[in-house]
């Protein structure tokens, strides 16, 4: 089961620096790093980012999520696209509220054996238990749909090379 961690903040600074955090942790063994963020219209730079926080209509919350697949039972070759997990994910959120979600994300798979994404998303209102349930049911959902088709490639890949070898030997 794929785990969603959640903390927020409704002080855009904090989430400003939330940005800061996902776009620039520092990589294995101090190692400096910048990663790509990203949203719903794809790749987004952090200026496009603090924006966006800049942008959010008064009472808005800054919600800080991670999304993390089970590395044993779904992100076992570490090949599931994290991109297509958080994009479910969050449609899943707005579907939730109601309402579009802004957000930015970025995956951090170079400084953990657990790979996972960092989310920053501009929610209006608070939300509630059955809000996070959703959200770890989605990304779960999604990471075991990958991990099947991915899976199934990699069967018939293997079939087929087993088919050619058998056909060089005759």
Known sequence: MAIVKASYTKNSKGAKA???????RRGKE???ITRVL???????GRRDAYRMIDAAEKGSIFFRFVIS???KQEDTEKDLRLRDVTEQTMQTLEERVQKPVSWVAAEHNDHTPHRHVHVVAVVQGRLEVSDFASLRHAATEACVAQRGELDQVRGQQARER???AWEREQ
């Open 162 to 164: 087993e088919e050619a």
């Open 69 to 71: 697949p089970d590395p």
């Open 30 to 32: 101090g190692a400096k």
């Open 38 to 44: 990203f949203g719903t219209d794809g790749v987004m």
């Open 18 to 24: 939330s940005i800061r955090y996902i776009a620039h």
